[in-house]
């Protein structure tokens, strides 16, 4: 595999609090990636960096299948086959499912004389969402407002999909119903996948290597089988006995 992005140097502050540390990494073409860490890691900052929503201090370098991304706007990087979902659901209020997914699919990277709306249709059948493409956003289920993000993303035609925490808010059987349709489009679509979560049992068995955060700086990287064991991480979850020497033992 061939690395289809390249991070280096990558800082973050905001005001006194240094959000992102150095951080640096590459993402293969190709795979799927994890990035773990618990609340207040920096992982939803790593993600608004990377998709240009918020710009990296100076010095960092950020390279996306040969193209550097610092100084981009969202859109720009979308462009240029990034597509993200976000910890908080948000759907186009006010309109269908179906237009919710047209709206994705009117980027730059669409081929001339794409039918969007039968793409649209595509995706939702994907998704598992098919029969509720004229139903408002408004009144669908939590679940089924995380499978329409995705949808929405997938219409974009990305290279690179981001997924910011596709678990949070959701039950087991959601959970393991999600982690088969991330595994569907990961192959479906050719697409290297970069997930961040923070809750475990799902996500190890999702991806197939792990960058661990804590408070903004890789502390641990490697397969998801020798993050577990890894002490940074032990500690970062569960944390030090009053002696601090040792992690001390969840409740």
């Given at each position: 595999?061939?690395?289809?992005?390249?991070?280096?140097?990558?800082?973050?502050?905001?005001?006194?609090?240094?959000?992102?540390?150095?951080?640096?990494?590459s993402v293969e073409r190709g795979e799927i990636l994890g990035i773990l860490g618990p609340n207040g890691a920096g992982k939803t900052t790593l993600y608004n960096l990377l998709t240009g929503f918020i710009a990296?201090?100076?010095?960092?370098?950020?390279?996306?299948?040969?193209?550097?991304?610092?100084?981009?706007?969202?859109?720009?990087?979308?462009?240029?086959?990034?597509?993200?979902?976000?910890?908080?659901?948000?759907?186009?209020?006010?309109?269908s499912v179906l237009e919710n997914v047209i709206v994705g699919g009117l980027g730059s990277r669409r081929s001339k004389g794409d039918d969007l709306d039968a793409r649209a249709q595509a995706l939702l059948g994907?998704?598992?969402?098919?029969?509720?493409?004229?139903?408002?956003?408004?009144?669908?289920?939590?679940?089924?407002?995380?499978?329409?993000?995705?949808?929405?993303?997938?219409?974009?035609?990305?290279?690179?999909?981001?997924?910011?925490?596709?678990?949070?808010?959701?039950?087991?059987?959601?959970?393991?119903?999600?982690?088969?349709?991330?595994?569907?489009?990961?192959?479906?679509?050719?697409?290297?996948?970069?997930?961040?979560?923070?809750?475990?049992?799902?996500?190890?068995?999702?991806?197939?290597?792990?960058?661990?955060?804590?408070?903004?700086?890789?502390?641990?990287?490697?397969?998801?089988?020798?993050?577990?064991?890894?002490?940074?991480?032990?500690?970062?979850?569960?944390?030090?006995?009053?002696?601090?020497?040792?992690?001390?033992?969840?409740?």
């Amino acid at each position: 595999m061939t690395a289809l992005l390249e991070v280096r140097n990558l800082n973050k502050h905001f005001g006194g609090l240094h959000a992102v540390k150095n951080v640096s990494f590459s993402v293969e073409r190709g795979e799927i990636l994890g990035i773990l860490g618990p609340n207040g890691a920096g992982k939803t900052t790593l993600y608004n960096l990377l998709t240009g929503f918020i710009a990296p201090d100076p010095g960092a370098r950020m390279v996306f299948d040969g193209q550097d991304l610092l100084g981009r706007p969202p859109h720009r990087i979308a462009g240029l086959g990034i597509s993200r979902t976000f910890q908080l659901c948000r759907p186009f209020i006010g309109m269908s499912v179906l237009e919710n997914v047209i709206v994705g699919g009117l980027g730059s990277r669409r081929s001339k004389g794409d039918d969007l709306d039968a793409r649209a249709q595509a995706l939702l059948g994907k998704v598992g969402l098919a029969g509720k493409e004229r139903v408002p956003v408004e009144v669908l289920s939590y679940g089924d407002q995380r499978r329409l993000e995705i949808a929405r993303a997938l219409a974009a035609r990305p290279a690179l999909l981001l997924l910011d925490e596709p678990f949070a808010g959701l039950g087991s059987g959601e959970i393991a119903d999600l982690s088969a349709l991330i595994r569907q489009v990961h192959a479906g679509e050719g697409l290297t996948v970069v997930l961040i979560e923070h809750k475990l049992r799902e996500f190890m068995r999702l991806v197939g290597r792990v960058i661990a955060l804590d408070f903004g700086e890789v502390i641990a990287q490697g397969s998801p089988e020798a993050i577990v064991q890894h002490p940074a991480v032990i500690e970062a979850y569960i944390g030090r006995d009053p002696a601090g020497t040792e992690p001390a033992h969840a409740a």
